[in-house]
């Protein structure tokens, strides 16, 4: 099994629909990412938490919320889709590590398409 | 400005070359350095990281950092057409030191 899963891999919705994408983790990491990826703009950071009480917004979290509702597990909602949120996104997870140590590991991605 | 930046390509080596990617960042408190391999559709996958001035060798590939210049590289020896990919450069620390910041990649191109 992935050590970092996303659900749904793929998803067509319609504008105004609500949509939860679902990352969770065996890696026992406690810090956790949501980015998107756009082409010919790499990855940007949407959210990232640290813990389960730390939620942080990131380069571009309008029109997005997140939940984590337990340490291997953190959520992306979508609550009025839009057709510019038509990406592909990726959850990822860190360690606290030393500095030199302390790397990303991604999931597999959600893509999704907002018609 | 952004805060890591890579030359788009698509570059093109012929196999066996040695492929050069580079990329510069503008937080000069960056403190390591990633380099990710991305095959189209695929996620990211780490190459290696480097967080002192100088190179570090991981098989065919060295990560080069000059921190006065801003400026980390990865040389690619023995190109082989399954390294076409897009590279990503990723950097950490610095003013925003929990965060990573991405480039938006190199497309490399390997031909037979």
């Known amino acids: 099994d992935a050590d970092v899963t996303q659900t749904p891999r793929n998803r067509i919705t319609k504008t105004g629909k609500r949509i939860m994408l679902e990352c969770s983790q065996t890696?026992?990491?406690?810090?956790m990412y949501w980015y998107r990826q756009d082409p010919g703009l790499g990855l940007r950071l949407i959210y990232y938490?640290?813990?389960?009480?730390?939620?942080n917004k990131g380069e571009i979290s309008d029109g997005y919320s997140v939940s984590r509702q337990a340490q291997a597990k953190f959520s992306l909602s979508l609550e009025s889709a839009i057709p510019n949120q038509t990406a592909l996104y990726f959850c990822?997870?860190?360690?606290?590590?030393?500095?030199?140590?302390?790397?990303?590991?991604f999931g597999a991605g959600s893509r999704l398409t907002v018609l | 400005q952004k805060e890591v930046e890579q030359n788009s390509g698509p570059l093109s080596v012929p196999e066996g070359a040695i492929a050069s990617l580079n990329c510069t960042y503008s937080?000069?408190?960056?403190?390591?350095f990633f380099w990710y391999r991305q095959y189209s559709g695929k996620s990211p996958e780490l190459i290696m990281f480097i967080y002192s001035n100088g190179d570090k060798e991981d098989g065919r590939f060295t990560a080069q950092l000059n921190k006065a210049s801003q400026y980390v590289s990865l040389l690619i020896r023995d190109s082989q057409p399954s390294d076409s990919a897009t590279y990503l450069c990723?950097?950490?620390?610095?003013?925003?030191?929990?965060?990573?910041?991405f480039g938006s990649g190199t497309k490399l191109n390997v031909k037979p």
């Open positions: 990723a950097v950490k620390g610095g003013n925003n030191f929990n965060k990573f910041y």
């Open positions: 937080d000069r408190g960056s403190q390591s």
């Open positions: 938490s640290f813990d389960v009480k730390d939620i």
């Open positions: 890696k026992g990491h406690d810090r």
């Open positions: 990822a997870t860190s360690d606290k590590g030393q500095a030199g140590a302390n790397v990303l590991t």
